[in-house]
């Protein structure tokens, strides 16, 4: 178990399937929240990617630099920043629009419970 854990293979599988659950996170939260569009599965993988890539990548910077509004607000300013980088990631993907801040905090929202959802589900 120890070893196929730490193996390359899983690690592989493991970030493909966290992509997939990503885009499928984001489909829904399409369907549910007015103010994001996705136009089709290929711009939602396509999507999931920038996501996936702006979360490793800016975010804890932005969470570095808010720091202490983020303590202020016992981390619900957290939201804010995930909402910030959807906006991010809608920015550099063409078909995938957001359309405003609120939808796009909403939508991250939405997309972190659907994301704990389906994790869990594939987990039991």
């Given at each position: 178990?120890?070893?196929?854990y ?24 399409a369907?549910?929240i ?33 720091l ?31 359309s405003?801040f ?23």
């Amino acid at each position: 178990m120890y070893r196929e854990y730490y193996s390359v293979s899983y690690r592989r599988r493991s970030w493909v399937i966290r992509w997939l659950v990503t885009a499928v996170a984001l489909l829904v939260t399409a369907a549910i929240i007015p103010g994001v569009h996705v136009d089709n599965v290929v711009t939602a993988l396509l999507a999931a990617v920038v996501i996936g890539i702006v979360n490793a990548f800016v975010r804890p910077v932005f969470l570095f630099f808010t720091l202490p509004l983020n303590l202020l607000t016992l981390g619900l300013f957290t939201f804010v920043i995930n909402g910030l980088m959807l906006l991010l990631a809608a920015f550099f993907v063409r078909g995938f629009q957001v359309s405003g801040f609120f939808s796009a905090v909403f939508g991250a929202l939405i997309m972190s419970i659907v994301s704990s959802v389906i994790n869990r589900a594939a987990r039991a």
